[in-house]
Nanobody, 122 residues
Framework: QVQLVYSGGGLVQPGGSLRLSCAAS????????MCWFRQTLGKERELLAT???????NYADSVKGRFTSSRDNAKNTVYLQMNNLKPEDTAVYYC????????????????WGQGTQVTVSS
């Protein structure tokens, strides 16, 4: 079964930077996209960045120019570099893996990690 393991996150001052990573392992035949979302209490989950095969990345307007996502295919790991952080970036950040499970090669699967808290505050 697929597992997603995070690193990064925590408390940072406004204007600071953080780097999140999310490593996927277990039962993956093919990854066709890795995405970052975030969610604050009472709000819907917001899609921030999607890296598709071919390393094509799309960003939400709210983070464009400040956040950069990248992917290490050899490690099945996706990164989110967050610069010039603002208090409104405070949220739980989630990695989403869209892949083909080796047990179910003719369908697409979707996995979420448990999320990591990012708090931007002075």
């Amino acid at each position: 079964q697929v597992q997603l393991v995070y690193s990064g996150g925590g408390l940072v001052q406004p204007g600071g930077s953080l780097r999140l990573s999310c490593a996927a392992s277990g039962g993956i035949a093919t990854i066709y996209a890795m995405c970052w979302f975030r969610q604050t209490l009472g709000k819907e989950r917001e899609l921030l960045a999607t890296i598709s095969n071919g390393d094509i990345t799309n960003y939400a307007d709210s983070v464009k120019g400040r956040f950069t996502s990248s992917r290490d295919n050899a490690k099945n790991t996706v990164y989110l570099q967050m610069n010039n952080l603002k208090p409104e970036d405070t949220a739980v950040y989630y990695c989403n893996l869209r892949y083909v499970d080796i047990r179910f090669p003719f369908s697409r699967s979707d996995a979420w990690g448990q999320g990591t808290q990012v708090t931007v505050s002075s």
